[in-house]
């Protein structure tokens, strides 16, 4: 079994609910969630819009590949929602040399599904980066994910 730790955010329409079905999803096509952070409400980050986030962490035991798992999480949006209207449009990635946020357009999305960790697997493709590649940048990715991340220690502060 792998553990796989995926970060979930929504808004647009019912957040929480839609979190919640997503949760249930996950647990009928991905693996067992064997953790689940509290909801955490946030500004969108990366772009302007009315409406706040909602986002939760998870840890899923999981017998599918990196790949699979995201197959899966894309199929689960695409089930509560998720168009392409709503998809992120990645003009670089963060391994390019002139990589900056600023050239990722976001939306406003139903629900957004990414995979933060697994196991201890480092994968840099176009289409799959573990670690989430802009997850230490974004509290309302790890404030979540810390309060479900076994392993997770602060690093001590330099001196």
Not at 71 to 92: D, W
Not at 101 to 126: G, N, V
Request: glycine share 4%; proline share 8%.
């Amino acid at each position: 079994m792998h553990q796989v730790y995926l970060g979930l955010g929504s808004n647009l329409g019912d957040k929480e609910e839609n979190i919640r079905k997503a949760i249930i999803l996950i647990n009928e096509q991905i693996g067992t969630v064997v953790r689940q952070s509290a909801l955490f409400y946030s500004e969108p980050w990366g772009f302007d819009s009315p409406n706040q986030f909602v986002n939760a962490a998870i840890c899923v035991s999981t017998t599918l590949t990196p790949h699979e798992v995201l197959k899966a999480n894309q199929r689960i949006e695409k089930q509560l929602g998720k168009t392409e209207n709503h998809s992120t449009e990645r003009i670089l990635q963060p391994s390019d040399t002139n990589y900056q946020p600023s050239a990722i357009t976001y939306h406003d999305r139903p629900i957004d599904i990414d995979i933060l960790l697994y196991d201890d697997l480092h994968i840099d493709e176009p289409e799959l980066k573990i670690p989430h590649p802009l997850m230490q940048m974004r509290d309302f990715v790890m404030i979540p994910l810390r309060e479900i991340w076994i392993t997770y220690a602060d690093p001590e502060p330099s001196r």
